[in-house]
């Protein structure tokens, strides 16, 4: 099967689209966020779990909260950061407290707080995750966290928990510690719901295969798989001989023939498969 080339999509269409994504999964956001996580008092972390917290204690409406501290944020980011977050990335600062107070009115849709927490985080990741696709961000706590990053120089990935984790515990001695754990819950269950959005349930195989038949191989990959195939120079470790390895990327469901493949033609090939979480290029995704 041959494979064609797709024509790159024009600039003004793919900005379109992107401004779209922004807009919708803010929507999505703040849906869950009203819907699941507010009603039943979960802070899982960011300015989103910060409105939670001081609706709790002063009846703060969430919506103008959010906007209260995701503007500064988003100018201080600007100015501190010396970066260029970008118009879209504005539009999602704004654009989510706008859909927190729209979507204020519905009613919840559970008073299990478990329910809540898994629900409310998997919604509130796939709202984040059709952002990112958009190649935005809705301002909140990550900016901050960079700020701490810049100063400190502790790392950001450590930044960014330590401020969900003082959300988190602020929360527990709030309400509960049971909402505490609630939360944490939530805060998982967006991680692993923003994976899925950004990289898809299909994974791909990234494959090293270590064989005396190299040219067979790749031949065979090539026209029984229909893949390409990268030849790397290599050195056996323990002959200190020079070898060649044979590294391919396929679809999950192409794993099974590829290995048929390679043992066909030669029985003795050593084959390493890895996870490829994301790949970009012809023949799978664009980017």
Not at 43 to 54: D, E, F, K, P, R
Not at 78 to 88: A, H, Q, R, S, T
Not at 157 to 168: H, N, R, S, T, Y
Request: aromatic letters at 10%; a neutral charge.
């Amino acid at each position: 099967m041959k494979r064609y080339r797709r024509e790159p999509m024009p600039t003004w269409l793919r900005h379109l689209i992107e401004y779209m994504f922004v807009i919708i999964g803010s929507a999505f956001v703040a849906t869950a966020f009203n819907i699941f996580l507010l009603p039943n008092e979960i802070a899982s972390g960011g300015v989103a779990g910060i409105s939670t917290i001081l609706k709790g204690l002063f009846n703060w409406d969430p919506a103008y909260v959010q906007w209260a501290l995701n503007i500064p944020l988003f100018i201080s980011g600007v100015l501190i950061l010396g970066k260029n977050f970008g118009m879209k990335s504005l539009v999602g600062t704004i654009a989510l407290p706008f859909f927190v107070k729209i979507t204020s009115g519905i009613e919840p849709a559970t008073e299990n707080a478990l329910l809540a927490a898994i629900f409310g985080g998997m919604g509130v990741g796939l709202g984040l995750g059709i952002v990112f696709r958009g190649r935005a961000s809705t301002g909140g706590v990550d900016l901050l966290a960079q700020i701490i990053h810049k100063y400190t120089h502790i790392p950001l990935g450590l930044c960014i928990a330590m401020v969900d984790g003082m959300i988190v515990l602020t929360a527990a001695i709030v309400f509960d510690v049971e909402k505490g754990l609630f939360a944490l819950i939530g805060l998982f269950a967006t991680s692993r719901t923003i994976d899925v959005v950004q990289v898809g349930f299909n994974r791909s195989k990234n494959v090293m295969i270590i064989s005396q038949e190299v040219e067979k191989v790749r031949l065979g990959i090539f026209h029984e798989i229909d893949r390409g195939a990268t030849v790397i120079n290599g050195v056996g470790g323990y002959t200190n001989e020079d070898r060649n390895i044979i590294m391919c990327v396929v679809e999950q469901s192409e794993f099974t023939k590829l290995t048929q493949t390679v043992k066909r033609i030669d029985p003795s090939a050593f084959v390493i498969a890895m996870d490829a979480a994301e790949v970009l290029g012809e023949g799978f995704k664009n980017g």
